[in-house]
């Protein structure tokens, strides 16, 4: 485990020594290039936590086992952490493209709901006591709020005329990017994503140990 540790900390060190000295930049984007390996991962795992939240509020309502309702809470938290991260990464790619911080792009506008909807998970959440009530009632919203994902990330952008650049695989199904910011991109996808789910398991292996706590003391 230290070594697998070890290898995604290098992995990591060597993503940012790409980004910032080995990739290319843009024609026409200049330094604010770099915003990219940071920005694209943090919305990609963005929607997959929110993924990983429905899935595990679907097997609360099928098994109703507790532990899914706080797997589930645990993965929506991740979620609304990199759903930040994202916002503030294309804040400041807007920042230096476009002059403002914020301009209510279509993007920037759908993932501001989004936060709004999640957020609102939370303050469900907080709102109601009773264990069992409160994992159901959570569940049905957790699957309804997902649905509401796609829509947002990909639908809602692509209707709308929109500042933001074209992603990362164009209307052709082709990778616009040249070898070497793939390279650096590709790995910094990864990376980025490795280390979400070493914070996913280490956030799950504490509820564990917590309900085992539990269970000792009743």
Known sequence: MIFLKFLLYVWMVLVLLGAFFYAPLAKGLGEYTRVMYFHVPMA??????????????????RKKDIRYDYYSETANQLGLLFALLATITGSIWAKMSWGAFWN??????????????????FALRSAIEQQD???ALS?????????????????VPRIYSSLHPDPLINTQGKVTMNGKMQLVFFNSLLAFTMVYFWMLKNKLEVIKLKMKLKQLES
């Not at 963005?46 to 509020?57: D, N, Q």
């Not at 209510?104 to 998970?121: G, K, M, N, Q, V």
């Not at 569940?139 to 639908?155: E, H, K, N, R, S």
């Open 44 to 61: 990609w795992i963005t929607t997959l936590t929110f993924l990983i939240g429905a899935i595990y509020s679907i097997l609360y309502l």
């Open 104 to 121: 209510w792009d279509p993007r920037e506008t759908s993932i501001f709901i989004l936060l709004l909807i999640y957020a609102a998970y």
């Open 133 to 135: 009530r409160k994992a």
């Open 139 to 155: 569940a049905v919203y957790d699957i309804l709020a997902f649905v509401t994902v796609p829509f947002f990330i990909f639908i």
